[in-house]
């Protein structure tokens, strides 16, 4: 036994089994109500053949085992909630308590979603509410509620896009998309049945005028650009990037991810876009929650309008609101029911706190920080471009890899220092790069903190390497064996046990 | 001085030590790269800076304008949104900052209670659907069964044919439409029989070598509970992959699993354990598959490994099929899912366990049956003679609209009718009961139907 | 095999492993030394075991029969428990399981969180009263007071006058009854002035050698602010304690402390920091005192000091104070306090701080005295012309209880009426408003009072 | 620095300054509605020297800066969601969470607690219920719900006793406590204007009959005795004892503090108790919240009801309920409004939870836990008493004093375990007791998991006294200096900062 385990014997709640291994026979953590009715044997109302076998895995636990075994799970956890969470592209931001307070009203949480619109005038009402600001805050005529997240709202504004351009009888190939890209961009296109051409990003890190003017043929659909795009970098020729591709009849696509960056300074609707999603679990903090839900409202211009996703939120001359599936252009649904109504409820909730003034002061603010960020780091770690950051600024690990030190390394190493690291490896044309947004929500002496450990390591980097590379020494798990995991897949208890 | 803001931690010093520290004198200056025609000279017009309280009247308005069940009606729609009891402490454990509050588990080493968890609800939707391999959660069921659909014709290449029951879910259908449109892909949709169960021969003769796959539900959209065996015996016949949808994921507690029964990939919504009905969403959408096929899957998937120590662990796996790596070649462009749904999925379904789950779909198939067996006598006669679970399709000799607002007159969502989407159908509606529906309901409904049906 | 319980985990194997380690065969034997005349053969007669989702019928159904503010009327009540908006990441935080299940933190290397957040509230409510030592909560206002009166007899001893204002709340006046009728001490009540403030010559006459305390309440029951400095000189010159009450601890933000006016004891409630109405309980019981009282005090403290390593730390302190370790002899028999709702009042000051505690107290004193203003006009006048905070005494000439009644059928709560209490203002009531009170209900106070007072 | 402080660099969010320490000038918390009438200047409505200086020592702090501080400061505790915390005599069991919501409900949370009666009939048909299942479950005529801990009900116990003894024209000047007896019984006796006489403990930790009988004078007012007493014992001559008490005219006072023990297996009504008081915060789930709040309703024999405070919740004939003030012989009030309304609504949701047949189980298996227990650990720690043990059992260090180790020293190693320790050096009559609860919702594996920890520590007293001295190192801090914070007490952040 060492000195550390002498000192630090194992603590049975740090190791907590799964719920598999925990259940014990008899036990239950529910009391259900009788069924109150007549019941006849189970075997009389449905023929054996129909019936399933003993669902013998399912654990046996009562609620105080389950609530210790999440409470307990939980810890092991970083989050938002104990400091500051830079994933860039992912905004991180500060989750606000009394959105989930408001969503689980009862007159929301228990509407059913095929009830009679004269029964949710509520529901719609709020819905028509959060489309008008999130029309107010685009500058574009409508917005569909309907997609699931980010990389649904991509889909349906391609299928729009596609249904456009069929509408005009044309039959185009491909969408154009800069190398520095999400790559749910790709993704969505090519889902929707296009091809990617990819556009290689010039030395500021931005799209090239001469490559779109190349690129933007009669046979492109359009262009996906993110904005500011994903190095945190406005794309500043916006205007002429859009005259070049309508003027080939294609049209813009803007991955509104980033939308925390200028959303009250600047309207998409007046930059030529003609389409755009929103990540409400970004810009307008819907909790992330381990990876969703969120939700991708799509803003259009009044071109695309047609061909929105159904249904829509309309208002009758009356004052009423309905939800309409009249739109014959329509690209059709892309999931069952309206909207991630929960979301709506959170978003909106969010936006009316902040109000008009308040959310110009989220752009401001975020922006402010990443520059703050930027500064104080960019001796120490290599900036990948020099052009102006917005909410987010891309390092790299070109300065520690002359030691040994990959950003990988860095990234583990934060975790000993109680930080989340950034995202890693990502926009793909940095080569190790470390992207950082803090938000808005992030306090100055939170951003100082981080740059000192971030130097700390920097200064590690150079003068002891091997523990880089041995970190995190101060996390539940350490260094995970990655390459075995998909090498011979678990992805379930059964899998190992039995 | 700057207004405060709750949410915006800035300090008055803050900003001037921040703005000098760039070497800047405002902060309009680091937005100078946006095209001055562009910038806004005014705040979006969206009213606030509103109080909690405040939030809390006008959210409580608007609430306040529905009509729900439990406090201001009955109801008994079902039809792919089931209305269930949340055991309390499932809403409180989601609610845990370190639950709520965190990113997709990208850094294992910081987030092993997300994968834990996350492992954990693709056990138990194995186990449910009898299928070896689940994955961490699609949207909702609709397009999860689009996703499987293009799954599938990821693993039978160069076939055209998807071959659909008509008794699914329209809108899993309509979505499926949607998703195939721009593909080289073709839907042949498949009726249903007086038993109101899609039409066996019809089925089978639908099926042939060209066919990507074969799609049934069960309970179907009517209600009635399907053999998954002619599907999966129709596809494996053609090499075709056989697709089970379930939009109650309860009646999995009780009825035989698409697995057991030969079903190549099973998806649909499982909303029902432990999520708010919620006007539609986030629901909780599901995917599980055969071993074979766990490379092609759309989705995350967390498996389990060991640390440098040897200490067991969990970690996103097999990344290489999805966007972030794969991009325009990726099996799907998920990213964002329903993570924090299926925790709740997770929690229920702990909660309830091996006994209670099965007692409470009994419960529910008790309570179903017993309307459906007393309504028969006040004039709502059951539209197919076939056994169901929780829902079933009652034929009404009224109008079913003027029934079904009558019945809201009297305080009851009675049910969802068939005519919108089946036109064959348009003398009937579903009606869905659970164990959410106390027996007074029941007696309630019957009163109810007596005087008007 | 014994039904399982959803709140114990004892398995069906569990049981008979147990009571075989013991060495018994059932657990009765283990209720063997219960005399066997007192065993029940038959379990209590409560109904249950209720599902969560019962429980919240039966409660909903309990709760949905009050008629209650914000909901159901418009309340001005007030009389020592004021309503305030509760920003709403005080109950989430408050509902951690690492807050809410645990003990009183007697172990300290365990319970640094609670501890901490004690001293905060320790140093929040000195801040706050003027005073520099608070301690960790005592129940609530009216027994806080008591224990001030007690521990001024402790304080100066062999005396026993306690010389209290008929100004200060009732309930705590009759609290303080209770707790000395067994005691060697005697109550001198002092009325109030036309002024409705306490009468500062009858005080002052009432005060002499055999005096422990003078005790006043601001702003007192009629809503009138006192200066302390009265009860504070006369305590002073004939060396005995004087006693400050608050019952609205938001007043605070904007009144001279007790503490500035050389008050020795502050209590009182502190609720309206965070904590709801909640018809009466748990409340928040706050007490503070002069440094060289400190060791006279009843109710825990907590203290900062260092660990071995030398790192800061908070633990329990001047325990011997205390019933656990002094018994009979202990400051008080309090044990339980209420240290949640110091968490919550702890929480609520963080968010509103300096600046946004002072600004709420504005909007409490600029609402009520523009309703006072108006309703002069219509027909209900101030009964003292005395500065008050965010309540007030009006005057109606109708008869109270039939305009109280009348209000409430208006969907108001316009009062509490003062003549149970004080049968010489049986032609007044109280009405506080506070900024849960948004506009148009003071607008609609006005409206009902010009057509009913 | 040392290879550890490598590996673990400081987590700032581990180390937690205080609110005043975070505090910066112009930060806001919250968002304030605008006052909505015309503001005169505050100094036109109050004279300025009313007013009072700046608060200028309040904190300055943002909701998110808020949120993080108390989930950071959280995260420090040790709680029962974690895992057992087998404090004795505290009745630490799973709080249920259902309790949470009902208790939240608006028509509860908002009820102001003056208002008129016919407006708050759900409230008052609330506490009927809760007096009556209590009055079920005591087997006396009534409860007063009015006390707010178990300390104010035993206060209010003794008030009635007095007051029962007044109106016979009897002064009494004793109270008999034994001397296993908890703390608050001598200090609410005393505080009630009586004197105490410590009545010693037999050799089987019990009531000695013989002692009783002598020390029952006229001049003595009651016995305050604890059921089963602080050894987890039962008082098994209870019914000789009341006859003793009664037949010299005193009461018997039930301290219920240990009802876990025994709800639903007897009623103390049927003991010749007259009466008790019950810690809803211990048998009935009301969470202890760092101390409190609590609710100690009173049970009474009719010999004392004309004496219970008021108010009390009455029953008209046409079914609606009253607050009642009207009880000539009451010994008023002890604390302001009429109950902890809160607690109440918790405990009748908890008790409707169980049912009548539910809370039998709640003694049954909390009793056959703590005899788990007790076998399990007997050997290696030394049993104070061998008489039968019931839902608690005390153990003592007399093995470990051998070793140089004390109860101090194990409770503190249990903290390395992963254990919050049993309560320790309480009741006093067991010289180094650890005093060790379990409850009926500890599962046999936490409870096998306990006993290894402490089967562990017993082996590490004998080889390793030392390690046990320095015990705890892994909590978030070690020993403190509890005497230098008694001896220069430092009370706020003022104290030493100011
Ligand atoms: C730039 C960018 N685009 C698109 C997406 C996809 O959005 P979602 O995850 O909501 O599907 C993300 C999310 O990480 C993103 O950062
Ligand atoms: C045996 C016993 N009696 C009385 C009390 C005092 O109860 P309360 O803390 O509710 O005032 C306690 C509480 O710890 C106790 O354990």
Redesign the pocket.
């Known amino acids: 036994m060492s000195d550390t385990t002498i000192a630090h014997p194992e603590r049975h709640w740090k190791n907590e089994g799964l719920l598999f291994d925990l259940s014990r026979p008899g036990r239950i953590g529910v009391q259900l109500p009788a069924a109150g009715v007549e019941e006849a044997p189970v075997t009389e109302l449905l023929p054996p053949g129909l019936l399933r076998g003993d669902l013998e895995d399912l654990p046996e636990l009562s609620e105080v085992d389950v609530v210790r075994h999440f409470s307990r799970l939980s810890r092991k956890n970083y989050s938002l909630d104990l400091g500051l969470y830079p994933l860039?592209?992912?905004?991180m931001k500060y989750n606000p308590r009394i959105n989930e307070e408001t969503a689980r009203y009862a007159g929301f949480a228990d509407a059913h979603p095929l009830q009679p619109d004269r029964t949710v005038q509520g529901n719609l009402a709020l819905l028509w509410q959060i489309e008008q600001a999130l029309i107010e805050a685009t500058g574009l005529p409508r917005v569909s509620l309907h997609p699931?997240?980010?990389?649904?709202?991509?889909y349906v504004g391609i299928l729009m896009i596609k249904a456009a351009l069929d509408a005009r009888g044309e039959k185009r190939r491909y969408v154009l998309i800069p190398d520095s890209?999400?790559?749910?961009?790709p993704a969505s296109a090519s889902l929707a049945g296009f091809e990617v051409k990819e556009l290689v990003s010039n030395a500021q890190g931005t799209l090239d005028l001469a490559e779109v003017e190349r690129a933007m043929t009669e046979d492109v659909a359009g262009l996906m650009l993110?904005q500011p795009n994903?190095l945190g970098v406005f794309e500043n020729h916006i205007l002429d990037i859009a005259r070049i591709v309508h003027g080939k009849g294609g049209f813009v696509y803007c991955?509104?991810?980033?939308f925390n960056a200028f959303v009250g300074k600047a309207k998409p609707g007046r930059m030529g876009i003609d389409v755009m999603?929103i990540?409400l679990?970004?810009t307008f903090t819907q909790p992330h929650g381990g990876g969703?839900p969120?939700?991708?409202p799509v803003a259009v211009a009044e071109s695309l309008v047609p061909h929105l996703p159904v249904p829509t939120v309309e208002r009758t001359a009356d004052g009423r609101y309905t939800l309409s599936t009249d739109r014959p252009l329509s690209i059709g649904r892309v999931r069952s029911f309206g909207t991630s109504f929960g979301v709506m409820v959170r978003s909106l909730t969010y936006i009316l706190a902040m109000g008009g003034e308040g959310l110009a002061k989220v752009a401001e603010v975020s922006v402010l920080n990443a520059n703050y960020l930027r500064k104080r780091l960019e001796g120490a770690y290599h900036l990948a471009y020099q052009s102006p950051s917005l909410h987010e600024v891309v390092l790299s690990d070109k300065n520690q890899s002359a030691h040994g030190v990959s950003t990988l390394d860095i990234a583990k190493r934060l975790m000993d220092y109680g930080f989340h690291p950034p995202?890693i490896y990502f926009p793909l044309i940095v080569s190790g790069a470390l992207m950082i947004e803090p938000t808005e929500t992030a306090a100055k002496e939170e951003l100082d903190r981080f740059v000192d450990a971030m130097l700390a390591i920097a200064r590690e980097a150079e003068e002891n390497p091997d523990l880089l590379h041995g970190a995190p020494f101060d996390t539940p798990v350490r260094r995970l064996d990655e390459a075995g995991a998909a090498r011979k897949p678990v992805l379930t208890w059964m899998a190992r046990e039995k | 001085m700057h207004k405060a803001h709750r949410y915006i931690p800035l300090g008055d010093t803050d900003r001037q030590e921040m703005l000098d520290a760039i070497g800047v004198s405002s902060t309009d200056q680091l937005f100078a790269s946006l095209p001055e025609e562009i910038l806004l000279d005014h705040p979006l017009a969206i009213a606030g800076p509103l109080s909690d309280q405040e939030l809390r009247q006008h959210f409580h308005q608007l609430q306040a304008a529905n009509r729900v069940a439990g406090r201001d009606v009955a109801s008994f729609l079902g039809a792919g949104a089931y209305r269930h009891d949340v055991p309390a402490a499932v809403d409180h454990l989601i609610q845990r900052g370190e639950f709520l509050t965190v990113y997709?588990p990208y850094q294992p080493e910081m987030s092993q209670g997300t994968l834990q968890a996350i492992f954990e609800f693709q056990s138990l939707i194995a186990q449910l659907t009898g299928l070896p391999v689940a994955n961490a959660s699609m949207y909702e069921g609709a397009s999860a069964f689009a996703e499987a659909v293009l799954m599938a014709a990821r693993l039978v290449k160069k076939r055209h044919k998807v071959v659909v029951s008509r008794a699914i879910h329209p809108h899993y259908r309509q979505t499926l439409a949607t998703h195939i449109a721009n593909l080289d892909l073709e839907i042949v949709e498949v009726g249903f029989d007086a038993f109101g169960a899609t039409d066996a021969a019809a089925l089978a003769a639908a099926v042939d070598g060209d066919t990507v796959c074969v799609a049934v539900q069960s309970p179907n959209y009517f209600g009635v509970i399907e053999p998954w065996t002619a599907a999966a015996d129709a596809a494996r016949a053609h090499g075709a992959i056989s697709i089970g949808v379930v939009t109650e994921a309860l009646s999995l507690a009780l009825l035989r699993s698409p697995g057991e029964a030969g079903i190549d990939i099973a998806c649909g919504d499982a909303r029902s354990f432990g999520l708010p009905l919620g006007y539609g969403g986030p629901y909780l959408g599901f995917f599980a598959a055969r071993d074979e096929a766990k490379r092609a899957m759309p989705g995350r998937l967390v498996g389990e490994t060991v640390d440098v120590d040897g200490k067991r662990a969990w970690v996103l796996t097999l990344s290489t099929r999805e966007?972030?790596i794969r991009r325009e070649k990726a099996t799907s462009?998920?990213?964002?899912?329903v993570a924090l749904c299926a925790l709740a999925a997770t929690i229920y379904l702990a909660l309830h366990g091996r006994r209670g789950l099965v007692r409470l779909a009994e419960i529910n198939l008790q309570r179903c049956a017993s309307l459906a067996g007393r309504l028969a006598s006040a004039g709502l006669s059951r539209r197919f003679a076939s056994p169901f679970f929780n829902e079933v399709a009652l034929r009404s000799s009224k109008s079913v609209a003027g029934l079904l607002e009558s019945f809201e007159g009297a305080g009851i969502l009675a049910g969802v009718p068939l005519g919108p989407d089946y036109p064959e159908l348009a003398d009937s509606f579903l009606v869905a009961v659970t164990e959410s529906n106390p027996p007074e309901e029941l007696d309630a409904f019957l009163r109810a139907a007596s005087s008007l049906a």
């Open positions: 860039g592209s992912c905004t699931s997240a980010g990389a649904q709202g991509e890209a999400h790559g749910t961009n993110t994903t991955d509104g991810a980033n999603h990540n679990h970004k969703g969120g939700a991708g995202t | 997709t966007q972030h462009n998920i990213c964002t899912n």
